[in-house]
């Protein structure tokens, strides 16, 4: 009669820690193509947050010939603004938006080298200066990137 085999039927040792070992290469590789995605839309967010708010200072300017002070100026009527002209909606934006890291635009009016206001971001990084993902994003050249 036949010997049967004491080989069980299965995976080896071995042959597991390979399969675990692609599977974190290919989730190391995921996490990666996804966190680059993720840091591009913060980007493209903010862009279009500077031109929303650039539109909204447009508005107010031709509204009270003049600049807001602040960029809260375009949720709340200023004092030095007339009410007849102040937009039926009771605002230009429902609320100051944040940046696509979270933090505050900073607007500035008179602006820099002679341009009527600034409206920027400081990057990821929250700071003046940049490349990448930590360059500065003003309303002077958004869309250029």
């Known amino acids: 009669m036949g010997r049967k085999s004491k ?7 071995i042959e597991l820690m390979v399969v675990v070992v692609i599977i974190g290469l290919l989730a ?11 840091d591009k839309a913060k980007v493209k967010t903010t862009q279009a947050t500077v031109k929303e708010l650039a539109t909204a200072v447009g508005f107010f300017q031709m509204d009270h010939g003049r600049y807001p002070d602040k960029l809260e100026d375009l949720v709340r009527m200023p004092a030095y603004a007339k009410a007849e002209n102040w937009p039926k909606s009771g605002r230009y934006l429902d609320s100051v938006p944040k940046d696509g890291w979270d933090r505050d635009f900073i607007y ?3 602006g820099t080298n002679g341009a ?3 409206i920027l971001s400081y ?12 360059a500065d994003l003003w309303n002077h050249d958004a869309g250029k990137r």
């Open 7 to 13: 080989r069980r039927a299965g995976f080896t040792l």
């Open 108 to 110: 500035r009016a008179p």
């Open 123 to 134: 990057g990821e990084d929250g700071r003046e200066g940049g490349d990448g993902l930590n």
């Open 116 to 118: 009527p206001y600034d």
């Open 28 to 38: 190391a590789a995921t996490v990666l193509v996804v966190t680059d995605r993720l």
